[in-house]
Each structure stands twice: as structure tokens, then as C-alpha cells.
């Protein structure tokens, strides 16, 4: 994983980029790629391409931009690809010929053989920028899920691509608020997948391209999670777990391609161990990294992850983080997530993945995108069955973020469109009912004058739902705008790349993902319990413990003393007062009323006063205009 650059001159004059316009940016997005700098500029100055390399593959002889042997297609890749000894030959076959042993150098000969198409046969998690000066063609992507980022915005005559938003902001994007996707966000959380909270900057959507041409810009989308309306029905259960298990196998054997060592994110949930019980089948010797919460026993996986490392052989490494530790990094993960955090989990995230880069780890797979393929997440479940029901009780700890948990904000037009209010929107409702009781009079008379669930469907083709049952549906929306908008954006990249970490995904495989939408629901949630056909397939691979145990997302507890005390002094700072979004008043008697308020209420209002923080954080750190 690396960070990349891209300015190209859209204004009619002559062109005027040279490697003093991508240092800036260059120097913002270092901690994503120390290992070298590269930069390319055009002979006619109109393009320049920035990159910051994170040595993966290829260490000696990988470095970018990469080009064409003839010069004239030139690209900058953030990501891996897998599999590619299969497109290498195809390439070969054509008359290709490779100078280095990197899987970036694939992008520019695929382009140059088969143009946008060549994104059909691109297998990995990547965001890229090419240069064709043949057809003077600008040419980016992102990967299917939107793994790695790449957000974009036009500023003084110049289209800006970078990694993350403080690279557009380095290369002269004024940061200011977008007052819409902060509404937004205070209603229900997650922004829309081509928006950001910085006005003029937007993200490229997961699965889309950008071409320019003649300064004229095209976005378009070239895969999406397309669910069957008639799912493939399966006569024998055993045959399937089979094929699963296959298929799974093969996208953590993929992603277990470098030429430097690889380390293992270890919860005490079936994802991460799975990948971790997998990987250790065929290495010598794993390394797996997890975190507990000393001043949080009911949210400490510690013990179950030392478990499932003694069961697989895998050497443990426990990162303890107290309260105190918690409220020292919340800032900083706030600033690296460029999005507003609502649990100390991103804290948590921060300080886990500078404990691997501390080993000596540029690598770590993770179990992210099991819940969204395979129904994991309890909102799923009380979709197919029409009810929350008991699952509040056995699920707390997803009350008010997944499940809902008091009243909400209406969301009448999601309802009138998809027949029913998907579980966990519903949960995002309660959270904007409270954030708005917190907003000043200005902001909540906007706030009541939008409704942000029409909002948030105007994103998508309502064709997509037509003829799927409510849990696709609802899985759909989630893995659109909480996956890819803030598990990946924030809480993956933004995180594992603050400390140069590439995290790797072995459950969002194009393969293992084509193969798992076509599987009918009850091979996911079989008679109530999710994720079915992954506990089939570890039965013989991971403790009884894991296999049986619940879904529990991954929380930071509840704040204790130090995090109170980091949120108090924020919401009375003086420049959050200024920003004019929140009511002053009502957030200093919501801090006051926090040492009195019983678990449940607390536990309810920790992820508003934690996203109004961060709203404050950004906008000191990041010097946000209103």
C-alpha cells in the first residue's frame, strides 16, 4: 500500500507542474508510503504523478511511478493485485515484455492491451492514476469494495487526485466544511460514497473509474454487489462447505504474496481467526496481534484470542490499552480517519497497528468483509425476521450503533421505497434523533428541513432492489455506505496507513465474494445462527468457543475518566462554539449529566458525544472553514 498523487492542468494555459507542486502532498502522505518517493512529470507540464512507496513486493526494483517500455502510459498504484501469474502471461502472450518482479507494473501493460477493460481482469485491493500520452487520456480506479481510496476535487484550474483528503488540502484545497454531508452525517452516520466532509472534495466511488479527456470529466461503474434476484440452491450441505472452504482458502493463500514478513489482526470473533487458523495450515511460523481493553472487561477479546493463537500455534502478541491510552490517541486517529469517530474502537485501531509496525510489519491481514458477505451482523438477521426481538438482549453491545435503541428520526421515503426500514438505518436513526437534539437552532432548523433517508437513496439506481428479499437489500445499503464510507475508509485505511500497515482482505475476494452472493440466505443465517457456512468450514480449524460464539462487533467500552475528561475539554473549546453547528448549552449539560446517568443511557449517548468530538477535533486540527 502506498500513497499517490495526481494534478493535471484542466485551465487553457500552458502548463506549469513541476515536482515543487506534488511535494506538498508528497510530504502529507509520507507516513502512507516511507520507503521511497517517486515523481513523473510530462514534458508538457500539464500532468505530474506523486508517489509514496510502502516496499511490498519487489522491494529493490518495484519503485514508481511505473511506465511503458516505450514511456508513454505511466501510472501511480496504491494496493496489491493477486493472482497475477495468469494476466502476466496472457500479457506476455500479446508481446509484453516486464522489467520488474511488482505487481503495479501489470496496471500499465493491461491498459495499454485492453483500456477500461481491463479492470474486469484486475484481482486485488488497489486505487490507481494513469497517464496514456498517446490519447492524452488521465485514467483512474478503485478496487470492487473500495479497499484503497482515492478522492479527487477541480482547484484553481487543476483537477487534484490523492490518497486522502489531506493531499488534496496539501496541493491548495481550502479545508472547509460541506455542509451537506455534515448534515448528513449527523442524521445518520455515513456520508454518501462519492462525498467527503470537506467541501470540494469528493471521493470515486468503489467500483467506478475516472477518465479525462480533453478536460472533460467521466465517472462510471464497472462492478457492483449485484445480488441474484433467484439465488443457486444447494442439495447438499457438506458438497457446499466444501466449495467455501475451497474458495476461501485460495483468497488467504493469494494474500499471503510478499517479499516481507506477515502479520495477523486477531480479534476473538470467527473472521479473524479463521483467516489466522487458514494462514497457519501452510506457514512456518504466524504472528498474530490483538488488543485488550484493561479497563473494559466485558469488551476484552484478549482471552479468546490467546485461545485461538495456542489452538493454531500462532505467536501472540497482546497490545493492552487503557482508558488513559484511549484518550491520548482519539485525536490522532480522528485526523487519520478524516471522518467522525463514534466509538473508541478507532483509538483502539491506532494504537494496534503502530504495535505492528513497531515488530517490524508493513503487512497484516484482517477478517473485514465476512459480516457483509455472509449475513453476519445481528441488523441482518432481525431483517429476515421482521423483528429485533430478542436479539437486543443478547446483542448490547450493538444497541444504538446496529440495533435500534429509542426513538428516531422519521425516514418515510426508505420505506415507502423498499417496503420496510432496514434494522441497523433504523439504529442510525436513533443516533440522528440525538445528535439533533445537540444541534444549534440554525443547523436543526436545516437539519428538519431535509430528509436524509431520500438523501441517502438518491445514491443508488432503485432498480437494484427490485426483486430482492430484505436482507439483501439491507446488506446491500449497509456494505455501500458502512463498509466501504467508514469500516474501510476510517477505521481500515485511515488507521492501518497512519502507521504504513497494509491491511489485506482475504474475505472481500472477487472470487470468494462472486462465489458467496450467489449462495441462498440459508447457507448464511441457518436456523438463526449466522455465518453458518464459515463455522462449518473452520469446525476442524478453531476452538468450540470461536466457532460457537455470537457475532460481537469490534467496540472499544464505554468512556471511562480520561476519555470524558478529552471530550469535555473539546466541546468547551472556543472554536467549536464558533463552528455554530451545535447548541453550547445542551452539550455542556449532556457532559455534566454523564457521571449520573445510568449504563444504558450513558452507553446510548457515548457514540453522539464522541462524533460531535470529533467534529471538533477535525476542525481544529484539519483548521476547517464553516
Given at each position: 500500500?502506498?500513497?499517490?498523487?495526481?494534478?493535471?492542468?484542466?485551465?487553457?494555459?500552458?502548463?506549469?507542474?513541476?515536482?515543487?507542486?506534488?511535494?506538498?502532498?508528497?510530504?502529507?502522505?509520507?507516513?502512507?508510503?516511507?520507503?521511497?518517493?517517486?515523481?513523473?512529470?510530462?514534458?508538457?507540464?500539464?500532468?505530474?504523478?506523486?508517489?509514496?512507496?510502502?516496499?511490498?513486493?519487489?522491494?529493490?526494483?518495484?519503485?514508481?511511478?511505473?511506465?511503458?517500455?516505450?514511456?508513454?502510459?505511466?501510472?501511480?498504484?496504491?494496493?496489491?493485485?493477486?493472482?497475477?501469474?495468469?494476466?502476466?502471461?496472457?500479457?506476455?502472450?500479446?508481446?509484453?515484455?516486464?522489467?520488474?518482479?511488482?505487481?503495479?507494473?501489470?496496471?500499465?501493460?493491461?491498459?495499454?492491451?485492453?483500456?477500461?477493460?481491463?479492470?474486469?481482469?484486475?484481482?486485488?485491493?488497489?486505487?490507481?492514476?494513469?497517464?496514456?500520452?498517446?490519447?492524452?487520456?488521465?485514467?483512474?480506479?478503485?478496487?470492487?469494495?473500495?479497499?484503497?481510496?482515492?478522492?479527487?476535487?477541480?482547484?484553481?484550474?487543476?483537477?487534484?487526485?490523492?490518497?486522502?483528503?489531506?493531499?488534496?488540502?496539501?496541493?491548495?484545497?481550502?479545508?472547509?466544511?460541506?455542509?451537506?454531508?455534515?448534515?448528513?452525517?449527523?442524521?445518520?452516520?455515513?456520508?454518501?460514497?462519492?462525498?467527503?466532509?470537506?467541501?470540494?472534495?469528493?471521493?470515486?466511488?468503489?467500483?467506478?473509474?475516472?477518465?479525462?479527456?480533453?478536460?472533460?470529466?467521466?465517472?462510471?461503474?464497472?462492478?457492483?454487489?449485484?445480488?441474484?434476484?433467484?439465488?443457486?440452491?444447494?442439495?447438499?450441505?457438506?458438497?457446499?462447505?466444501?466449495?467455501?472452504?475451497?474458495?476461501?482458502?485460495?483468497?488467504?493463500?493469494?494474500?499471503?504474496?510478499?517479499?516481507?514478513?506477515?502479520?495477523?489482526?486477531?480479534?476473538?470473533?470467527?473472521?479473524?481467526?479463521?483467516?489466522?487458523?487458514?494462514?497457519?495450515?501452510?506457514?512456518?511460523?504466524?504472528?498474530?496481534?490483538?488488543?485488550?481493553?484493561?479497563?473494559?472487561?466485558?469488551?476484552?477479546?484478549?482471552?479468546?484470542?490467546?485461545?485461538?493463537?495456542?489452538?493454531?500455534?500462532?505467536?501472540?502478541?497482546?497490545?493492552?490499552?487503557?482508558?488513559?491510552?484511549?484518550?491520548?490517541?482519539?485525536?490522532?486517529?480522528?485526523?487519520?480517519?478524516?471522518?467522525?469517530?463514534?466509538?473508541?474502537?478507532?483509538?483502539?485501531?491506532?494504537?494496534?497497528?503502530?504495535?505492528?509496525?513497531?515488530?517490524?510489519?508493513?503487512?497484516?491481514?484482517?477478517?473485514?468483509?465476512?459480516?457483509?458477505?455472509?449475513?453476519?451482523?445481528?441488523?441482518?438477521?432481525?431483517?429476515?425476521?421482521?423483528?429485533?426481538?430478542?436479539?437486543?438482549?443478547?446483542?448490547?453491545?450493538?444497541?444504538?450503533?446496529?440495533?435500534?435503541?429509542?426513538?428516531?428520526?422519521?425516514?418515510?421515503?426508505?420505506?415507502?421505497?423498499?417496503?420496510?426500514?432496514?434494522?441497523?438505518?433504523?439504529?442510525?436513526?436513533?443516533?440522528?434523533?440525538?445528535?439533533?437534539?445537540?444541534?444549534?437552532?440554525?443547523?436543526?432548523?436545516?437539519?428538519?428541513?431535509?430528509?436524509?433517508?431520500?438523501?441517502?437513496?438518491?445514491d443508488f439506481d432503485p432498480a437494484r432492489f427490485e426483486g430482492l428479499g430484505r436482507v439483501e437489500q439491507s446488506a446491500y445499503l449497509w456494505t455501500k455506505l458502512a463498509l466501504e464510507g467508514y469500516i474501510l475508509r476510517a477505521l481500515g485505511d485511515g488507521l492501518e496507513m497512519a502507521n504504513g500497515v497494509e491491511g489485506r482482505l482475504p474475505f472481500l475476494d472477487g472470487a470468494l465474494v462472486d462465489h458467496a452472493r450467489r449462495l441462498p440466505t440459508a447457507a448464511k443465517i441457518h436456523d438463526g445462527v449466522e455465518k453458518w457456512i464459515l463455522r462449518e468450514a473452520m469446525r476442524d480449524r478453531l476452538p468450540t468457543a470461536v466457532i460457537e460464539r455470537e457475532k460481537h462487533p469490534f467496540l472499544g467500552p464505554p468512556m471511562g475518566p480520561q476519555m470524558v475528561a478529552l471530550v469535555r475539554d473539546i466541546l468547551g473549546d472556543p472554536s467549536l462554539r464558533g463552528l455554530g453547528v451545535f447548541d453550547s448549552a445542551r452539550l455542556a449539560v449532556l457532559v455534566d449529566r454523564l457521571a449520573t446517568m445510568d449504563p444504558a443511557e450513558r452507553k446510548a449517548f457515548d457514540p453522539v458525544l464522541l462524533f460531535v468530538a470529533s467534529i471538533g477535533i477535525l476542525h481544529t486540527r484539519m483548521g476547517m472553514a464553516i
Open positions: 500500500m502506498c500513497g499517490i498523487v495526481a494534478v493535471l492542468c484542466t485551465a487553457e494555459t500552458a502548463g506549469d507542474i513541476d515536482e515543487s507542486t506534488l511535494a506538498p502532498a508528497l510530504r502529507a502522505l509520507a507516513h502512507r508510503g516511507p520507503d521511497d518517493t517517486g515523481r513523473w512529470i510530462a514534458p508538457d507540464r500539464r500532468i505530474g504523478l506523486g508517489h509514496n512507496r510502502l516496499a511490498v513486493r519487489d522491494v529493490a526494483g518495484g519503485a514508481q511511478p511505473v511506465s511503458s517500455a516505450d514511456g508513454r502510459i505511466v501510472a501511480v498504484v496504491n494496493g496489491e493485485l493477486y493472482d497475477t501469474a495468469a494476466l502476466e502471461k496472457d500479457l506476455r502472450g500479446y508481446g509484453h515484455r516486464f522489467r520488474t518482479r511488482c505487481d503495479s507494473e501489470l496496471v500499465v501493460h493491461a491498459w495499454a492491451q485492453w483500456g477500461p477493460a481491463m479492470l474486469e481482469r484486475l484481482h486485488g485491493e488497489f486505487a490507481f492514476v494513469l497517464r496514456d500520452e498517446r490519447t492524452q487520456v488521465l485514467f483512474a480506479a478503485r478496487d470492487r469494495f473500495g479497499v484503497k481510496p482515492l478522492v479527487w476535487a477541480r482547484h484553481a484550474g487543476r483537477l487534484l487526485l490523492a490518497s486522502r483528503v489531506r493531499g488534496l488540502l496539501a496541493l491548495g484545497l481550502s479545508p472547509a466544511w460541506d455542509h451537506a454531508t455534515l448534515l448528513r452525517s449527523a442524521a445518520l452516520q455515513y456520508p454518501s460514497p462519492a462525498a467527503t466532509l470537506f467541501a470540494g472534495a469528493h471521493a470515486l466511488p468503489a467500483g467506478h473509474w475516472m477518465m479525462v479527456r480533453d478536460n472533460r470529466i467521466r465517472i462510471e461503474e464497472y462492478w457492483d454487489l449485484d445480488y441474484p434476484r433467484t439465488p443457486r440452491p444447494y442439495t447438499d450441505p457438506a458438497e457446499a462447505v466444501e466449495e467455501f472452504t475451497h474458495r476461501f482458502d485460495a483468497a488467504v493463500t493469494a494474500r499471503l504474496a510478499a517479499d516481507v514478513p506477515v502479520a495477523y489482526q486477531l480479534s476473538g470473533g470467527l473472521d479473524s481467526s479463521a483467516v489466522l487458523a487458514t494462514a497457519a495450515r501452510s506457514s512456518a511460523q504466524v504472528e498474530a496481534f490483538t488488543l485488550s481493553f484493561a479497563d473494559g472487561d466485558a469488551y476484552d477479546e484478549g482471552p479468546l484470542a490467546a485461545a485461538t493463537a495456542a489452538y493454531v500455534g500462532a505467536r501472540l502478541h497482546t497490545v493492552s490499552v487503557t482508558d488513559r491510552d484511549l484518550a491520548a490517541a482519539f485525536p490522532d486517529a480522528v485526523v487519520h480517519a478524516e471522518s467522525a469517530c463514534i466509538n473508541t474502537h478507532a483509538a483502539a485501531k491506532l494504537r494496534l497497528h503502530a504495535a505492528v509496525r513497531a515488530a517490524g510489519y508493513r503487512v497484516a491481514l484482517t477478517g473485514e468483509g465476512a459480516d457483509e458477505i455472509l449475513f453476519g451482523y445481528p441488523h441482518l438477521r432481525a431483517d429476515l425476521r421482521g423483528t429485533v426481538g430478542q436479539l437486543a438482549e443478547s446483542n448490547g453491545a450493538s444497541a444504538g450503533l446496529m440495533l435500534p435503541d429509542g426513538s428516531g428520526i422519521p425516514l418515510t421515503q426508505v420505506r415507502r421505497t423498499l417496503g420496510f426500514v432496514p434494522t441497523w438505518l433504523a439504529a442510525k436513526a436513533s443516533f440522528g434523533y440525538r445528535v439533533r437534539r445537540l444541534l444549534s437552532p440554525e443547523w436543526r432548523h436545516d437539519f428538519d428541513h431535509r430528509d436524509p433517508g431520500a438523501t441517502l437513496l438518491t
